[in-house]
């Protein structure tokens, strides 16, 4: 693959700096822009002493400026976790809004391919089972969640609007729960939350009777769709996720015996418009992209274990900052 210069936006987040890792192993160069809204600069502070890597503090909703050719644009800055997303509605909004706005901006200036950072969200509580991309979704614009789906649906129309009418190369792909090293364990997201209770000793809280159901990829596997898609030619959008379905609280129970803890579960009252089901259909992935998860779910979340054990660490807190 040709030496391509990659910007990525919210590239000091969880998914963002995995990406800029697996671009710079690859021999590209990297532009990272962020604002440590909720993502950290330890999240790509190893990457740092690399001559092909750059990152610069940016707040997407103010300006963007990047000297010099780019080829490709990957616009993955937005709170994304349900605690950022309610903590932030308005950031959330604008960053979706604007923030894409400007990412465009940046993608049509250079003549760059651009892909947009989309989510499973734009379902919203599904009533297709599994979601194809071809679904139109279930969203409830002023439920509390609506800010982040929302975002993501004009930040996808956006999108799509640039493309047909100013000819940009754009790509959009639909991210389904992706878990593993660098989530916050204070995110909310359930993983993370069940990996730190479990550690901690603390009883895991599951939502409702935990038979809701979530299917989790692997960060490794997402990473690999997401460039898929991007070094593709394909507009999308095109779901990126682990079809392997499994209830809430089969994930909290596997946590507990991943950890070897002996938490107990106890069940708490479920979010308002928190989806039932989610599985994505992948047959789009599969015949556009040969892509198909690879790692199993519990190898996948046995290393995760092992890094949020290090990461957890009194010993080691610079792991978190
Ligand atoms: P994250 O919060 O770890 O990363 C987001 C990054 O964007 C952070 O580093 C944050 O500081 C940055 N950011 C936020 N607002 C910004 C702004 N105005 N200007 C510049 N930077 C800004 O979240 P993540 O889980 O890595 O998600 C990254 C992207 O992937 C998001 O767009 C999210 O919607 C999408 N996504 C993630 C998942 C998942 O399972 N993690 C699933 C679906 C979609």
Known sequence: MDEKHVVVTGGAGFLGSHLCERLLQQGHQVTCLDNFLTGSPGNVAHLLDDPAFTCTRTDLTE??????????????????????????????????????????????????????ASTSEVYGDPQVHPQPESYWGHVNPIGPRGVYDEAKRYAEALTTAYRTSEGLDTAIVRIFNTYGPRMRPSDGRAIPTFIRQA????????????????????????????????????????NIGNPDERSVLRIAEDVVAATGSRSAIEFIDRPVD????????????????????????????????????????????????
């Open 274 to 321: 928190d989806p039932a089901v989610r599985r994505p259909d992948t047959t789009l992935a599969e015949q556009l992209l040969g892509w198909k998860p690879q790692v199993d779910w519990e190898e996948g979340l046995r290393s995760t274990v092992a890094w949020f054990r290090e990461a957890l660490d009194p010993e080691r807190p610079a792991a978190l900052q």
């Open 199 to 238: 550690l901690a000793g603390e009883p895991l809280t599951v939502a409702g009777d935990g038979s809701q159901t979530r299917s989790v990829c692997h960060v490794d596997d997402t990473v690999s769709g997401i460039l898929g898609l991007a070094f593709s030619t394909h507009p999308g959008p095109v």
């Open 63 to 116: 300006f963007v400026h990047v000297p010099g050719p780019v080829d490709l644009v990957l616009h993955f800055a937005s709170p994304a976790s349900p605690i950022d997303y309610l903590r932030l509605p308005i950031q959330t909004l604008k960053v979706g809004a604007i923030g894409t706005w400007h990412a465009l901006g940046l993608a049509k200036e250079k003549g760059a391919r651009i892909l947009l």
